[in-house]
């Protein structure tokens, strides 16, 4: 009975999965998150967060925020310094009147055309939005005796928005960037009351997260690394691929795959289109990856 029952699965498993599928993982070259020349650019800075007029009743606070900010644009000045590819040039660290939290309405398309012909700029870079505040997490630990306690973790984010535009006035990008830091851990006296942190007293961690946020924003601007796991299809017909795609030799996986992706039996080809467009991911080709996805899709 048992052999019967282990049979029929296994025919079960064939008609399910007729070419099976495995996972490979390998290090992937994404494009930049920002399109744009990074030769020689000269780009302009400006800031449109008003940390002069808070809504805060906390002066402490207040404080700490004009602080993040100063700090922010210090740091975005130096990060774009250290890069040969970009000139910052700081056009006005202040304008009056905007506080948000979230990235507001863009800027006049004809306004930042004109700035950028009078300054003699490639792309206008605005700090459009700004934000710190504590994320706390409750920990809880049950002792034997059916006892509990509670410790809150707590963390300090920062949240910067940016907009970046081109010299026609076109938005190129906008983007909310934020780091984190893990500021204290302290007893909490039950789920309902929490105290929080002192923000007065968090100078040291925003130094540290608004250079963070500086060198993570530059970043976008070129090609990143990073750790992605994929399926790949396997079974008879792709055997000789799966070896070169588990080995990550992937010249050799191309090869064994062009033809397959250009098969009459167009279950099979979809199956190899898909195998090649993770090989020329792996390769860094991100043009030929999105070429194969589209056939793998279709």
Known sequence: MQKRCLKWSLVLLVLLCPSCVTY????ATKP???KSDTADQH???INRYDYTNLPFNNENKKEVFAFGVQQLITSMDQTFRDDPHFDLIILDTLVRGQYPKDIPAPLNSGFVLSLCHEK???MLL???AFDA???TETEVEEYDDGSKSRTNLVDLVIQAGFSLYGKSGEIIDRIMVSESRFYQSRPSLSSIIVFGPSMGKAEEEVIILTERIGKKYIQYFYPSNEVVMNKIYTGKEFSEATHYLKNQQWEEAETELFPLAESADKNLAKKAAHNLAITYEAMGDHE???YWQSR???
């Not at 490979?24 to 290090?27: K, M, N, T």
């Open 24 to 27: 490979i993982s390998y290090v």
């Open 32 to 34: 930049p998150a920002i």
């Open 43 to 45: 780009v302009g800075f």
């Open 120 to 122: 003699g700029i490639d």
């Open 126 to 128: 605005v700090l459009e």
């Open 133 to 135: 505040f504590f994320d």
């Open 288 to 290: 030929r990856y999105v």
């Open 296 to 298: 793998a899709s279709k």
